[in-house]
């Protein structure tokens, strides 16, 4: 059972253009959220996060914005430059039981020049 | 150190053998997180620990696998009895503090390959 659901496994854009990165998610216990950047051959690394009181936070060109009526949460970037090209992770924590990670499958950003 | 390290990068078992990978935290941070990636797909959470006492075990398969973290030593992930189903990345990641907004800071990752 998916809680976190990103559905579109790859998404391609023209660099200085904006990304938009789409994640929905199920489990209405979920109260902070994640966005994480990965490599080939790498492991995943932090981008930006939102707590589920806010509806967005930025951070240079990235944005995250949350919709908690919809459960759903997309990230924004612009421009898009070729070095953004990567596998990007949306991820949710629960504020119950530990603190462990839920990932979605992740979508394949593609830049292009 | 600066970085989460995780050995070896590959490891190669035939069915039926045992696998052991290794984890070692950023220096001074107390929360330890490992997670299986099969195929590309999501990462699933298998076990945390703070410091050497298990945090959260619920995503760790209830036989065959085992992990510690002793003291002065890096974190381990054990396999017994490896089966084909196991192959996948396995990474490790560290925080600093317990906390939902503390990012977790994640190692290159382990690729088991069960043969």
């Known amino acids: 059972d998916q809680q976190v659901k990103q559905n579109s496994p790859s998404l391609s854009v023209q660099e200085g253009r904006i990304s938009i990165l789409n994640c929905d998610y199920t489990n209405s216990m979920f109260d902070y959220f994640l966005w994480y950047k990965k490599y080939p051959a790498e492991g995943p690394t932090f981008l930006i996060s939102i707590s589920s009181i806010k509806d967005k936070n930025e951070d240079g060109r990235f944005t995250v914005f949350l919709n908690k009526s919809a459960k759903h949460l997309s990230l924004h970037i612009v421009p898009s430059q070729p070095g953004d090209s990567a596998v990007y992770f949306c991820?949710?924590?629960?504020?119950?039981?530990?603190?462990?990670?839920?990932f979605g499958a992740g979508t394949r950003l593609f830049v292009k020049a | 150190g600066e970085e989460v390290a995780q050995t070896p990068k590959h490891l190669v078992r035939g069915e039926g053998q045992k696998a052991k990978l290794y984890c070692a935290p950023i220096k001074g941070h107390s929360y330890v997180f490992w997670y299986q990636q099969v195929l590309k797909n999501e990462f699933k959470f298998l076990i945390s620990?703070?410091?050497?006492?298990?945090?959260?075990e619920t995503g760790m398969p209830k036989e065959r696998f085992s992990a510690k973290c002793l003291p002065n030593s890096p974190c381990s992930l054990e396999i017994q009895a490896t089966k084909l189903e196991d192959s996948a990345v396995y990474f490790c990641?560290?925080?600093?503090?317990?906390?939902?907004?503390?990012?977790?800071?994640f190692g290159d990752g382990t690729r088991l390959s069960i043969l």
């Open positions: 990641a560290s925080s600093a503090m317990k906390g939902m907004d503390q990012p977790q800071h």
């Open positions: 991820a949710a924590r629960a504020n119950t039981g530990g603190f462990k990670t839920i």
């Open positions: 620990f703070q410091n050497e006492n298990v945090f959260d």
